[in-house]
C-alpha cells in the first residue's frame, strides 16, 4: 500500500503549496525533504544533505530513502484536481475531496498491483481528456509514485537536472518498466522558474543545456522546440522544450536489438 508521500522543498520556508492542500490524513502521511540548515516550523520534516545539490540527486535519495515500501514524490506547489468525464454534471475541473484523493491513491496502489512501477497523474497544462481514465507509456512531471519494492534506482543515471523526471521516465521505459498516467485524477503546477525550489539554482542557459543533453541521450525519442514562456519569472522567454515519443521509448524495449542500435 501507498501509505507515505515525500515532498522535496527548498527555500520555500511558510510557503508549501502541496502540503496545505493535502487532506488531514494524508499530511500525518507526508514528510518534506529538506535542507538540514532550513527550518519548516509546523512541519514535519526528514533532512537530506542531499538538499542544494540539484533536485536530481534528491530524487535518487528519496529512492534510496524509500526503498522496499510504496511512496509518492510530489513537488511543492501542486494542488490536485478531478477531471470530469464525458456525461458528468459539474465543474470541468474540481479540487479533489478527501475522499476522491483516496479513490486516486487506490488507483494508484491498484496499478502497482497489476505491475507498474511508476505512476502519476496528467498535469493540467495538457487539455483535458474526458473519455478515457488514463494512458500507457506518458509523460510523468511533477507527481511520482513508486513502487519502491521494485524501483532500480541504482541502475539509473541522476546526472541530468531540471529535466530529471523525463529523464528518469526514458530510462525506465527503455529498461522495459512501462508506466500508466491518469487523465481523471489531475495536477495543477505552478509555473516554471516561481521563486524558491528550482529557481535557486536554475538559469535559462542551464535549462536550454540540460535540454540539449537529454536529446543527445534520447535523440530518436526527443525532438526539441523553441517554447515563449507564459507565465513566471520567464514570461515572454524563449526556452527550449521538447516533443518527446514516450511511446517508442518504451516500444525500443521490447525489439529484439538493442537499444543503441535502435538509436542508430
Known amino acids: 500500500m501507498i501509505n507515505t ?36 516550523t509546523g ?19 528519496i529512492c534510496q530513502y524509500g ?18 468525464r464525458d456525461g458528468e454534471e459539474g465543474p470541468g475541473n474540481s479540487k479533489l475531496s478527501d475522499e ?6 487506490n488507483t494508484m496502489d491498484s496499478w502497482m498491483d497489476e505491475g507498474y512501477i511508476h505512476t502519476a497523474c496528467d498535469v493540467s497544462w ?3 481528456t474526458r473519455n478515457i481514465d488514463f494512458r500507457i507509456n506518458s509523460r510523468i512531471t511533477t507527481n511520482i509514485f513508486y513502487d519502491g519494492t521494485k524501483m532500480p534506482y541504482k541502475e539509473l543515471d541522476w546526472a541530468l537536472d531540471f529535466v530529471e523526471d523525463y529523464y528518469v521516465n526514458l530510462q525506465l521505459l527503455t529498461m522495459g518498466y512501462q508506466n500508466k498516467v491518469s487523465l481523471m485524477y489531475r495536477v495543477n503546477a505552478s509555473a516554471t522558474q516561481t521563486k524558491g525550489g528550482c529557481e ?10 540540460h535540454m540539449r543533453d537529454l536529446q543527445q541521450k534520447y535523440p530518436a525519442f526527443v525532438k526539441l ?7 513566471g519569472e520567464w514570461k515572454g522567454v ?7 515519443s514516450w511511446k517508442k521509448a518504451y516500444e525500443s524495449s521490447q525489439s529484439t536489438g538493442s537499444l543503441e542500435e535502435f538509436l542508430q
Request: include cysteine.
Open 200 to 209: 535557486n539554482f536554475r538559469t535559462l542557459d542551464i535549462h536550454n543545456k
Open 238 to 244: 524563449v526556452k527550449l522544450g521538447a516533443t518527446i
Open 43 to 61: 512541519y514535519p520534516e526528514i533532512k537530506c544533505d542531499a538538499q542544494g545539490k540539484g533536485i536530481a540527486e534528491v530524487r535518487k535519495w
Open 225 to 231: 522546440k523553441e517554447k515563449v514562456a507564459n507565465s
Open 67 to 84: 526503498e522496499g515500501k510504496r511512496y509518492g514524490m510530489l513537488d511543492d506547489d501542486i494542488e490536485f484536481l478531478y477531471t470530469k
Open 5 to 40: 508521500i515525500y515532498i522535496p522543498t527548498y527555500g520555500r520556508q511558510g510557503n508549501q503549496i502541496t502540503f496545505d492542500n493535502l487532506p488531514k490524513k494524508w499530511q500525518d502521511k507526508t514528510f518534506l525533504i529538506t535542507h538540514p540548515d532550513q527550518e519548516h
Open 126 to 128: 495538457n487539455p483535458p
Open 100 to 105: 476522491k484523493f483516496d479513490d486516486m491513491i
